[in-house]
Each structure stands twice: as structure tokens, then as C-alpha cells.
Nanobody
Framework: VQLQAYGGGLVQAGGYLRLSCAASGRTFSSGSMSWFRQAPGKEREFVGAISWSGKITYYADSVKGRFTISRDTAKNTVSLQMNRLAPEDTAVYYC????????????????WGQGTQVTVSS
């Protein structure tokens, strides 16, 4: 499975961005997809996850109420709508996939996209 993330950029605090991740190659009928982020000098952290059906989502407390994950099953993509962005959201954002239920630890994911930079200026 190949994952391609895109949509990052530079935005002012309070603004919004939408990231997308397209999956291609080997497909599977169940599993979950997630977004992680990694700021300079910090460990990769969980942002949010969505079930393969798109019906169940789970978010880190730091983004709950501001970020929304959605999934287009027909296009095999997952998106991350990020609203009310703050400087502390600045990081490289990665999409990830696994063939099992949602997980919040990066080591539990089998497939990763290349990452897209999000920079929020104050």
C-alpha cells in the first residue's frame, strides 16, 4: 500500500488547512487510517484516526473540536480538516494505515505516507 499525503502549507494562527491522503496499490477490506504529526525535536504524536468504514473517529485531546477526519471510501482517501490552527500545531503531518482496528501508537501502523509540512505563524 502506498500512501500519498498532500495539502500542507503556511497559514496564520486561527486559519485552516485541509490535508488529504490517497491510498493506492494493494487494497484491503478492513482496517483503519490515522494522522500523526511530528514537530522538530519531538516524538511523533497521534492526531486522529478513522475506521475503514468512516463511521468511527477518535481524536487526540489537543485537536478535539478543531480537527475533523473524514474518509471517502470510493476514492480510498482520508482527509484531515484543521480549523482554528495554532502555532503549536506546526509539524510534519503523516498519514498511516493498518489492517486492524484504530490505534494511537505509531509503531502499530504498517503503512506510512511521506509527510506534509504544516506551519502556523503567530
Amino acid at each position: 500500500v502506498q500512501l500519498q499525503a498532500y495539502g500542507g502549507g503556511l497559514v496564520q494562527a486561527g486559519g485552516y488547512l485541509r490535508l488529504s491522503c490517497a491510498a493506492s496499490g494493494r487494497t484491503f477490506s478492513s482496517g483503519s487510517m490515522s494522522w500523526f504529526r511530528q514537530a522538530p525535536g519531538k516524538e511523533r504524536e497521534f492526531v486522529g484516526a478513522i475506521s475503514w468504514s468512516g463511521k468511527i473517529t477518535y481524536y487526540a485531546d489537543s485537536v478535539k473540536g478543531r480537527f475533523t477526519i473524514s474518509r471517502d471510501t470510493a476514492k480510498n482517501t482520508v482527509s484531515l480538516q484543521m480549523n482554528r490552527l495554532a502555532p503549536e500545531d506546526t509539524a510534519v503531518y503523516y498519514c498511516a494505515a493498518r489492517t486492524s482496528i484504530m490505534a494511537i501508537t505509531s509503531t502499530q501502523y504498517d503503512y506510512w505516507g511521506q509527510g506534509t509540512q504544516v506551519t502556523v505563524s503567530s
